[in-house]
């Protein structure tokens, strides 16, 4: 029987406690199943906390560099986090120095990502990233293994938890997303700074790493079009209740006639679809495929146990020496991403303006799209909160909310009919332009 | 570089010559990520027909097992089907002459799974079915590779989408269960004999095969409970509706304290899970486990390509070297499956009676349910149909609908009880039991 695997692990905070709990406790099964796993040694910033661990029989490095280096390993594990700095360094010593990688670090890879991978072939060695995107869902071995016989048309999802969670309860209580915000940051389900997770990068380095692998393509976090979720208004949730949506933040990455086009923004789906029904903190992730059709995974998309039950499974793979090429195919067969810019996307889109109530403002809106080609599915006007007002000249100086929903259009197209409709001046706020995905 | 893995495709039906058609469209991109793969051979029953697929450059076997044993492969994919005879034979003879399997033959891994792992393990070469069980849902490499961190508590699922689908149209439009399958039968989803679906046989030797990944015991198809939808009505599923449920056929393999349960039975599960959002012929499989909580895997669970798609994982990993012991772990270290029988399955149940329209019949059967501890959730009398009689002695001769649900019972406490109200006279027809499961 081969020596067991020797692992350092890099970073103790939730995940990586919870990494050396299940390298303890499946131990024994670790062995049975093939090459044993054992846990030699760790770094972290602290070294006299609490963690609820069993660190004892393992070497203390102050210094996850010097730990990436040592002699005594096999595996690095990293779960330091940050595209740069010490996550960065270490990463690349271990590879440097022939050690397995595996790391939950999507900033990094979304940053990084090709640069590391190569030089892991060089090396001859695994970076494996399962952890990175969808927490718990084995959804990087799916598109690089399960589905060797499919054309990867699209992949999509909700990739993090904060977003779902705030719009699942802006949608279920009628809250504001600023109250839900505080209450998930009360609850350890949004960070301090809260910018990375609603304004939608975090979903962006995770879809990064999606469509690499789903496409064969170098890494592109840059090409990603981004949009967070706090412009969203319980308004908009009533109204897409209304008209049969829900309203999810998606990552979505599609070859289309122009190339691969990725992006990341709030979206209506329909209430009966499979993505509809993902509440709270879980994620999905929904592949589109030639021959399989449509798959779809759902599952934990953070929190400690479930994001090391991806790293402690990415482990046993390199135990079994059941790893190749990080992005699927050798470096030098990646393509290069061919990016289909956002002004090109098409589909249908939800448009909520705030009108003043003039005679014919709501006429010369439909108007300004009619002249761009626009076809409207639905128009819906609702009646001004207050009193009402027989006096015309009284409600023109106050604005109702116009919906609309349009069939598919180009984001060009109706980024310019909405221009014309702000220049006429008939509403009085930016427009709320939100996309409908039917499929 | 390698040489290409050789590869004989045994059964040309619909999945075989999909397989066939996708190897050749996919033969570059599979030849990029690595190894390449090549057809060089096929077998089937008839030689000339139409197949729609190209296999001039191919050898032509007429005996599979002649194939099987054929020095010019590498791998053997068999896809002729059935638990013993020739698909046997073939595989043995491929396993034994140290060629790789691959198969997507349920009935013959439910029968002999645990015997062709041995010959395998012996031979050192892979046998690999992630084909064998819901379709192009990458539910054995999730199982087997995936969860490597993970104890594992319950796989559960719509394993077969013919019942699935009758179900589905069943509740959407009020049919009866012999409608739905002529309907099904003409449209392809059922077979002409559509015992082995509809009786859940299918259903069962894809949960053999899940239980034994999930648990690491020796595959135990024989010690699986097995009910069918045949018995299921319109009323059961209106019923089921108006108590907040769907009724689906589910596989469930549990660990509990007196071992392994693995049944198949029509279930209801409450409206708003996910499992119940799964209609028509697509699958579904959730896995409870103790590091990443539960994730469900939803897709296609049959067609030509969508069980091809999963086939050529297997090639593609096979290809790769990616491969280890077909059930997670070497043969000598799969536990015994300790069986948990039956009766001992502890649940809530849907009970439906034809009463007889009598006074008092309703208190006695609540009595005998209250004797035997068991403790009702709802109870709902419907009226009899037809015209309302107001004298008693003709009310007493017809039956009305009565259901009952309970709270946690135990399967040998909710029979005996109902073997008493049978015993009592109150009942005209036997009980239609369906068990609640509310996770």
Known sequence: MDQPLRVGVAGLGTVGASVVRILSRRENALGRAGRGVRLVAVSSRTRNRDRGIDIERCAWFDDPVALARSSELDCFVELIGGSDGVAKAAVEAALESGKHVVTANKALLAAHGLDLARLAEKNGVALAFEASAAGGIPIVKTLREALAGNEITRVSGILNGTCNYILSRMEHEGLSFEDCLADAQRLGYAEADPTFDVGGFDTAHKLSILASLAFG???????????????????????????????????????????????????????????????????????????????????????????????????????????????????????????????????????????????????????????????????????????????????????????????????????????????????????????????
């Open 217 to 439: 393509t170098e890494i592109d976090a840059d090409a990603i079009y981004v949009e967070g979720i706090s412009s969203i208004t319980p308004l908009d949730l009533k109204m897409a209740d209304d008209l049969g949506f829900r309203i999810k933040l998606l990552g979505v990455a599609e070859r289309n006639k122009s190339g691969i086009e990725q992006r990341v923004h709030p979206t209506m789906v329909p209430k009966d679809s499979a993505i509809a029904q993902v509440m709270g903190v879980t994620n999905a992730v929904t592949i589109d495929a030639d021959a399989v059709g449509e798959i779809t995974l759902v599952g934990p998309g953070a929190g400690g146990d479930a994001t090391a039950s991806a790293v402690v499974a990415d482990i046993a793979d390199v135990a079994r020496g059941r790893f190749g090429a990080p992005f699927g195919l050798p470096i030098a067969r990646l393509e290069k991403m061919k990016r289909a810019p956002m002004q090109r996307h098409e589909g249908g889109y939800y448009v909520r303006l705030s009108v003043l109530d003039r005679p014919g403002a709501a006429a010369a809106i439909a108007t300004r799209l009619a002249q761009a080609d626009i076809s409207l599915e639905s128009i819906v006007q609702r009646r001004a909160e207050g009193p009402v007002h027989d006096d015309p000249e009284q409600r023109s100086l106050r604005a109702v909310p116009v919906v609309l929903t349009t069939y598919a259009t180009s984001e060009t197209a109706i980024r310019a009919a909405l221009d014309k409709v702000s220049a006429d001046g008939h509403i009085t706020e930016p427009p709320q332009l939100i996309r409908i995905e039917r499929e």
